[in-house]
């Protein structure tokens, strides 16, 4: 038999709003649950580009800016897949705009290496610290110059 655990990890990995919402309303406890891998329940949402899970488990009480194994949160993995509505709803909700990874790499780095402009706006509107450096002395201007990405470069300078 699985474990609630589980059962409600595989819930937001096929998109059953219906049984997320049973299972958090046994028990509440599992909106901040880490997975096997260490994923919590909002960055798997957000992994899976599943908008209503991560509403779902917003209103919750998820952590917003709980971090997996390597340190990631949810905004730092949505920032280099380019959703822009998931940004913007975890940016509405508090998310830590500067939070760094185990490499020191933020949501704007990640946007800026991935050249997800649209998002690399967004978090610059909400304040995204543009002096960080990662753990190898890059900051986002860096890659952006490296890569290429020169309307990118220009918002950074």
């Given at each position: 038999?699985?474990?609630?655990?589980?059962?409600?990890?595989?819930?937001?990995?096929?998109?059953?709003?219906?049984?997320?919402?049973?299972?958090i309303?046994?028990?509440p406890?599992?909106?901040?649950?880490?997975?096997?891998?260490?994923?919590?329940?909002?960055?798997?949402?957000?992994?899976?580009?599943?908008?209503e899970?991560?509403?779902?488990?917003?209103?919750?009480?998820?952590?917003?800016?709980?971090?997996?194994?390597?340190?990631?949160?949810?905004?730092?993995?949505?920032?280099?897949k380019?959703?822009?509505?998931?940004?913007?709803?975890?940016?509405?909700?508090?998310?830590?705009?500067?939070?760094?990874?185990?490499?020191?790499?933020?949501?704007?780095?990640?946007?800026?290496?991935?050249?997800?402009?649209?998002?690399?706006?967004?978090?610059?509107?909400?304040?995204?610290?543009?002096?960080?450096?990662?753990?190898?002395?890059?900051?986002?201007l860096?890659?952006?110059?490296?890569k290429?990405?020169?309307?990118?470069?220009?918002?950074?300078k």
């Amino acid at each position: 038999m699985k474990k609630d655990t589980d059962v409600f990890f595989e819930a937001i990995r096929v998109g059953d709003k219906d049984r997320l919402k049973a299972l958090i309303s046994i028990n509440p406890n599992l909106v901040n649950q880490k997975d096997a891998r260490g994923f919590t329940p909002l960055i798997l949402a957000t992994y899976f580009d599943n908008e209503e899970a991560t509403r779902i488990l917003i209103e919750n009480n998820a952590d917003i800016n709980a971090k997996d194994g390597s340190g990631n949160t949810a905004l730092i993995g949505v920032s280099f897949k380019g959703n822009l509505s998931l940004t913007t709803t975890l940016l509405a909700h508090d998310a830590n705009v500067n939070a760094v990874n185990k490499d020191g790499t933020t949501a704007l780095i990640f946007a800026t290496q991935y050249n997800k402009i649209d998002i690399v706006k967004l978090l610059l509107e909400h304040d995204a610290d543009k002096s960080i450096e990662d753990n190898s002395g890059k900051t986002a201007l860096t890659y952006a110059s490296e890569k290429g990405c020169i309307e990118i470069a220009g918002l950074l300078k």
